[in-house]
């Protein structure tokens, strides 16, 4: 009997190679890609591709803070800036002016200051107060839109708005 025992059509025996190809599950992917077991998967690789994750979604995190951080500090400097440039015309305007002059600007500024008082204390009195100014919200102005300029730093920082989107324009008409 151990003539007819036949070794070679033996389905166990072959490799896992032809079998795959038998089965039709060949692909390109090389030999060692195939075989690999997901069971066996380096932890210390899946520890460290979550780390690096974690480490770029901190860094992120990190710089969307410092840009918030810088542009705070950017408005902050350009609002001193603008206080500064306004009481200093302001002040210029004062020495130029009459006697008469100065006594009817102390008087509109006392009354301004007694009208903002009392919206404080009592809500808008003189009407419902509107956001929809000069940049409310950061929206950017149309072409119909008006302009609240009540005062001088307001007038300050519409014309350094309209400067810089001069400069941005020629820039771009230059380049053409």
């Known amino acids: 009997m151990s003539g007819a025992w036949d070794d070679s059509d ?13 089965l039709g599950l060949m ?3 090389p030999a ?4 690999f077991n997901d069971d066996e998967e380096d932890l210390a690789l899946i520890e460290r591709q979550r780390a690096e994750k974690a480490n770029v979604e901190s860094l992120r995190s990190k710089g969307k803070a410092l840009a918030s951080k810088k ?3 950017d408005d902050m400097k350009e609002e001193e800036e603008l206080a500064r440039k306004a009481m200093e015309l302001e002040a210029e305007m004062e ?10 600007l102390e008087r509109k500024r006392i009354e301004e200051a007694d009208n903002d008082l ?10 419902v107060r509107s956001t929809s100014g000069a940049g409310a919200g ?19 920082k519409h014309a350094r708005k309209v400067s810089q989107c ?3 324009r020629s820039l771009h008409y230059v380049g053409r």
Do not use: P, Y
């Open 10 to 22: 033996d389905e166990w025996d072959k490799s896992d190679d032809e079998l795959d190809a038998r």
């Open 27 to 29: 692909n390109d992917a």
């Open 32 to 35: 060692a890609a195939r075989n």
């Open 71 to 73: 542009k705070a500090e």
């Open 95 to 104: 020495a130029n002016l009459s006697i008469d002059d100065r006594k009817a």
């Open 118 to 127: 009392t919206n404080d204390l009592f809500g808008a009195v003189d009407g």
């Open 138 to 156: 950061g929206k950017a102005m149309g072409a119909g839109d008006t302009v609240k300029m009540t005062d001088l730093k307001d007038h300050l």
């Open 166 to 168: 001069l400069k941005v």
